[in-house]
């Protein structure tokens, strides 16, 4: 059995399944300050009455990294960069506690000029004197050649808490999305440092010795133990659980833009043949450009218990959440009080929906029904301009599917699924005010839950090797061997695929079922004079994200119900 967890800004929704289909759901209140008690209780009141014991893995999405980056509630930390001569770092300045340092690398990993220890040594006294606990450094070409990173990492390491590397953060060359993302990774870390211990030290206390597992933002999970040393990749997993759980479910051979409209937003993205479609350069969070490898998601501040209001003589909806509907005991009249109106919903109070929305509707000089259409007509048409946008921004650049590049695909969606707890009344809507085909995703309450349980566990491995100089490494997985004159690309991918089998089974993969790939294969030939003197070869390998294998039935039987 597997447990899904999926954290939303209004409910945390659980699931348990096997490979006969889904077992048991619950929805549990989510308490935005503290995040650790929602998971608890949803994976507590989810293993009542079963055998924990045959619980093979929990695997939990959430939105702790994400809110605590977004609400600038994360910890100062120093960031140490050594950018060498053509590029100012200040241009990339993360925070206050930035000091590019001398010493660089060029861009074929040799040195130029070393770093200055006295200069280290300086800066960390700074450092320790502002109370500075955790450090994150990076260099210019450290994927290339991580000496300096390590050497100002050994003067530094006896000093601070934790001291992160960029080389291991990331393995690709750009060097400001580097900087970003090795300052978040420092700066989240000692939060989900903290969530980790309550989780493991209160399932302990509970008796439920389970494996758990968190999701990525490119709709795969790690280990949780993994996600120590790289709590960045757990940034934005909530919509890629929401991806994930319409994948099963997607049209073949057609484009289709997935909606989870929730309490507090919708989450968009859009699969390609049941593939979702990548974002292969990283995730923008804010004014931090990073390489954390994502799907293409777009995160709308709109959903069922957004405010609604008048303002100025014009009718306002949302982004601000200040509770549920009015018609589940709420403050202010919401979108969802607009359905209590129009559709025949039981559980909840229609008259108090009524009553919330009477005074706006009379302000405006509307019927009550006519103002809830209203209300419903604006929601529906703001989330549809929403994934108009996303929909232009995925074609204005080469399109990735998490599987391939789509050369010269322009991507047109014809339907859209529809999940999260109010999706098959907003799928009527939506359809009325559009061209598009709307359908719902079967569990559409907890598919975002069973999204996060059925996905694989996934990593990628960048490789490189350069004939001239002899080397061939993998600096972010800590590999480095010397090589002849005739090494080539295969044998390079080779290595790669070695690599990356490795990293995948210490995140949790399972060995019989490894689906690898090469996202990039790239040979130059180094020239000196007339003479080609060596070979530059760089490969990208990755395994391929998508629902665990043996769950097809499930599947099947999710489908039917």
Not at 371 to 398: G, H, M
Not at 466 to 490: C, K, L, M, S, V
Request: proline share 5%.
């Amino acid at each position: 059995m597997i447990i899904g967890l999926d954290v939303g800004g209004t409910h945390t929704d659980v699931v348990l399944v096997d490979r006969n289909g889904l077992i048991k759901e619950i929805k549990v209140p989510t308490d935005p300050s503290d995040l650790f008690n929602s998971v608890l209780t949803g994976l507590t009141t989810i293993t009542r009455g079963h055998n924990s014991q045959k619980i093979n893995r929990i695997v939990l999405s959430t939105t702790l990294t994400t809110n605590a980056i977004v609400q600038n509630k994360t910890q100062p930390v120093g960031m140490i960069v050594a950018a060498g001569p053509g590029i100012d770092p200040e241009f990339y300045r993360t925070n206050s506690f930035f000091f590019a340092v001398s010493g660089s690398i060029d861009h074929r990993g040799r040195e130029i000029e070393p770093i200055d220890p006295a200069e280290i040594k300086d800066i960390t006294a700074n450092l320790k004197k502002e109370g500075i606990k955790h450090v994150g450094v990076v260099g210019k070409f450290s994927v290339r050649n991580p000496s300096h990173e390590l050497e100002i990492v050994k003067i530094l390491e006896r000093s601070f808490e934790k001291v992160f590397m960029g080389h291991r953060i990331s393995g690709n060359l750009n060097f400001p999305r580097r900087i970003a993302t090795t300052f978040l990774n420092a700066s989240i870390y000692p939060i989900h440092k903290e969530f980790f211990h309550a989780v493991e030290k209160s399932l302990e206390a509970k008796g439920l010795k389970l494996p758990i597992r968190l999701l990525k933002a490119d709709g795969g999970n790690m280990r949780f133990s993994s996600t120590i040393e790289h709590p960045v990749q757990t940034i934005l997993s909530g919509p890629a659980a929401s991806a994930m759980g319409a994948v099963a479910f997607g049209p073949q051979k057609e484009d289709t833009l997935v909606m989870d409209i929730g309490g507090t937003t919708t989450d968009m993205a859009v699969l390609i043949n049941r593939s979702p479609v990548l974002d292969p350069l990283g995730i923008e969070l804010g004014r931090y450009k990073t390489l954390i490898r994502s799907l293409e998601i777009l995160s709308l501040g709109l959903g069922g218990d957004s405010a609604v209001s008048v303002s100025n003589g014009k009718l306002k909806i949302g982004p601000e959440r200040m509770g549920p509907a009015m018609a589940y005991g709420g403050p202010v009249p919401t979108p969802t009080d607009a359905l209590f109106i129009l559709e025949n919903i039981t559980d909840g109070s229609r008259e108090k929906a009524v009553e919330g929305i009477q005074p706006l509707a009379s302000a405006l000089g509307f019927s009550v029904r006519a103002f809830a259409a209203e209300i419903l007509d604006v929601t529906c048409k703001k989330i549809l301009a929403a994934a108009k946008q996303l929909i232009y921004r995925i074609n204005s650049k080469p399109v990735y599917t998490v599987h391939e590049l789509q050369e010269g695909y322009v991507v047109r969606p014809k339907s859209i699924l529809v999940l999260g707890g109010p999706a098959p009344y907003f799928a009527k809507y939506l359809e009325t005010v559009s061209d598009y085909l709307v359908r719902v995703v079967p569990r559409w309450k907890v598919a975002n839950a069973i999204g996060a349980a059925l996905a694989r566990t996934t990593c990628e491995v960048t490789f490189f090797a350069d004939t001239e100089r002899g080397i061939a490494q993998a600096p972010e997985e800590n590999f480095r061997q010397t090589i002849d004159y005739g090494f080539d690309t295969d044998a390079a991918i080779r290595q790669a695929f070695e690599l990356l089998k490795a990293k995948a089974l210490k995140r949790g993969a399972n060995a019989d079922y490894l689906e690898m790939e090469v996202l990039e294969s790239l040979e130059f030939n180094m020239v000196r004079g007339f003479n080609t003197t060596g070979k530059n070869i760089r490969i990208k390998v990755q395994i391929t994200p998508g629902l665990i294998h043996g769950y097809d039935d499930a599947i099947r039987k999710l489908s039917e119900s």
